[in-house]
């Protein structure tokens, strides 16, 4: 579903990331951890088209993001870091527009624009204006726009951040049954324990290297501590060369 | 694991009539309830701006017909050069700005980010923002250009095609320079996009090199014979170069000239209309020519631009005033650092704003080289200081415009960095009066320069020198002291746009205040000076009046009017200030 392809993406001489390879499969959950300045925003960027990349080629459902974005973003739904809505537009009128830029026959979009709302409980503001919304309100807002069109892969860019712990179970419950339906989700995360509870596999990236690529027990086995949590395994991963945990 | 249906099944990429429509309701939605937001928020300051707009256009029209009356009857050849030198100018201003606005719009906008990600035509986000920026565009042009055009076919006595053809003309005429900018944005942004400040900054350059050039050149060894026939045969000479067949701005003037044309009777001159229309068309099809160009580019460089933007590395900056900083941040007594702290962290947030200062610059910049050429001009002493007034009065308005746009929103946008403020041990009165020095301190230096500029190229006297920047000190105080003061009296902690906050209710209020403020100052200052110098020029021509007239003629009226405008410097100062002051030390963040 989602293809990299020996990706280096540079600002200057500054190599954001380097080299990347990576495929994930249809109805994974992977998650993209690594500390500040690793490189996940670049590599998500380049995932949703904002970014081009300077060598190697993106693909997402066989279409590749520069040659052909437009058939590639007809399979993305795409949650930002910071919820970009149209402080003039409604809940439910925002939902309206991406559900037509989809293309979507009116009666299939009035019913999923009705699901999401349900789903992430926005009847009670759906009809007020977003300049009203909290940041909460604003990215359960962007998580249903990017699910109405049932995506095959969904692209989260720290996706929890000012959520309450209720949203956050209605989009930890959402993501486990679309994954089990044959959604693809690629995720970037600084919540170790989200990304222990959720990915099927892991990716931590440093300095815009691929560090490590596998399951949370293979990384155990790899780092040779079976016994003990992720957190000390992904500090011992990201730690500057030659300093300890 | 369930089959999910294909996305054909349920997506699909829209066509372009289908995905241009959704746009245009996208546009007219926003549109619609931002006027809305706008009637229910901010009815004073719409009101404002449909009045004073309304005023502006009155008095330019006013103006035109007097100008195109006395022109007309003098050479009708005249009508044509000034039409294509006003027209090319204005291509010229609304490249830069459209160019400008698209920037804005399609590279640094939330809203782009977001189309950017969803599978929509690049060329229909151009289009979208394109939209945007030509309402912008269109909106000065036509508040500028269409009393001019109304007066000019009521001073003719052109026929009811001329004025029904008036705003097609114009809306027709906006869309290719409005183009030109947009396509040379993305090119420059796509191919060049470390050059493209280089540029942007070279067009400025060549822009201000032609229109000072042009300035010289009329003006210059004119002292002597300025308005006279040889002087204005200099200039058409000079003008002519606008008078290019090629160039759009000629269409324009060729066609609105030929609609206003009439049969010796007075009636419709209809081979004069078909030229008009012919002009029309050939505005209409460059401008849709250019449209498609520019669709075609959209689709080549946007989303390229966008990403070699977004690569570039911002270069480490020196910060040559850092000294500067420390020097202000350390002098002084111990007790007043932290106001002088806050002083210099404004100034800092001041000169790494480009928003601001530019502005700044532009604005004082354009009025200094208006100043320059005031010497061209010879002047009765009273007619001088009449002058003289005038420009400190529109020092002062500009200034006014800069307290309400950037100093005002001050003490609201601290609301979101309140809780560092508040943990500081800095007196909540300190953070206001710090926002009123820097802004006092910061206006008066270019404004009383300026003043100075202004009264030396008219030649006024030492006196009335020490009189305009006596005005100019309060003017300054005065403004700092409102705009400041109702700052910190209504501030909106929860917004983070200065433009929002200076556009909402006090916002319009402090600039409604300053304003009166202005004219108070300026008027009582200029009578008895006016009257004064008016007595002492014409002598007995000058027809004596009477009662409170004949005393503000005197002498002591003008040193009276002194002392009343320091006053109202004070009172101007002191009374918001301490509204503010009151009402900030009780503020819960």
Known sequence: MIEFDHVTRTYGPKT??????????????????????????????MLVGLLHPTRGAIRVCGHDLVKDPGAAHLHLGYVPDEPCLYDKLTGREFLWFIADMFG???????????REIEHFELGEFADDLAESYSLGMKQRLVFASSLLHDPDVLILDEP????????????????EARTREGM???????TLAMAEEMADRVGIMVRGQLRFLGTIAELREQMALESTTLERLYLELTAPRGSGP | MTPRPAPSDTVRYLSFDAESRLFLRLRATLAWETLRSMLADSRLRLTLVAVLSGLFWAALYGLFVE????????????????????????????????????????????EARLLLTLPARPEMIYAHKFREAI???????????????????VARGAAWPYFVLMLPFMLAFVVIPASLGGICCMVLVAWMPRLRVHALSLGVTAACVVAIWLGWSMFSHTRIDTMSAAWFERTFATLAVTEQKLLPSWWLSSGLLEAARTQRDGSLSLPALAEALKFLALLVANGMMLQLLAGWVARLAYRRGYSALAGEVPARRRRPLGSFDRFLGGAGFATGRPLRLLIVKDLRLFRRDISQWSQFLIFFGLLGLYFVNLRSFNYNNAYASMIGYLNLAVVGLILSTFTTRFVYPMISLEGRRFWILGLLPVHRDQIVW?????????????????????????????????????????????????????GARMPDLRESSPAKISSGFGGTLSLVISSLFIMLVVVVAAVPTHLFLLA??????????????????????????????????????????????????????
């Not at chain 1, 979507?104 to 009705?114: H, I, K, Q, S």
């Not at chain 2, 309402?135 to 000019?152: D, E, K, N």
């Not at chain 2, 009017?561 to 963040?589: D, H, I, K, N, Q």
């Open chain 2, 135 to 153: 309402w912008f565009s269109t909106w000065g042009f036509v508040l500028l250009g269409s009393p001019m055009l109304a007066a000019y076919g």
């Open chain 1, 16 to 45: 954001a990331v380097s080299d990347l390879t990576l495929a994930i499969p249809r109805g994974e959950l992977f998650a993209l951890l690594g500390p500040n300045g690793a490189g996940k925003t670049t590599t998500i960027r």
């Open chain 2, 536 to 589: 002492s020029t014409l002598g007995p021509a000058f027809s004596a009046p009477e009662g409170l007239l004949a005393w503000a003629a005197g002498p002591w009226a003008a040193v009276l009017s002194l002392v009343v405008v320091a006053a109202l410097g004070a009172v101007a100062t002191v009374v918001p200030l301490w509204l503010g002051l009151r009402s900030f030390r009780r503020l819960e963040a």
């Open chain 1, 104 to 114: 979507m026959p009116r009666r299939l979009a009035g019913e999923r624009v009705d």
């Open chain 1, 184 to 190: 693809t989700v690629f995720m970037s995360t600084h």
């Open chain 2, 434 to 486: 710090s926002k009123f020095l820097f802004s006092f301190v910061g206006g008066l230096l270019p404004c009383c320069s300026l003043m100075l500029l202004s009264d030396c190229m008219l030649g006024l006297s030492w006196w009335m020198i020490a009189q305009h920047e006596l005005c100019c000190l309060m003017l300054c105080m005065g403004l700092s002291g409102i705009a400041v003061g109702l």
């Open chain 2, 67 to 110: 100008a195109f009356t006395f022109l007309d009857a003098l050479h009708a050849g005249v009508i044509s050069l000034l039409f294509n030198a006003f027209f090319s100018s204005l291509m010229i201003m609304l490249v830069f700005s459209t160019g400008i606005l698209m920037y804005g719009g399609m590279y640094c906008s939330t």
């Open chain 1, 160 to 175: 929890m951040v000012g959520l309450d712990p209720r949203s956050v179970r209605i989009v930890k419950d959402l993501l």
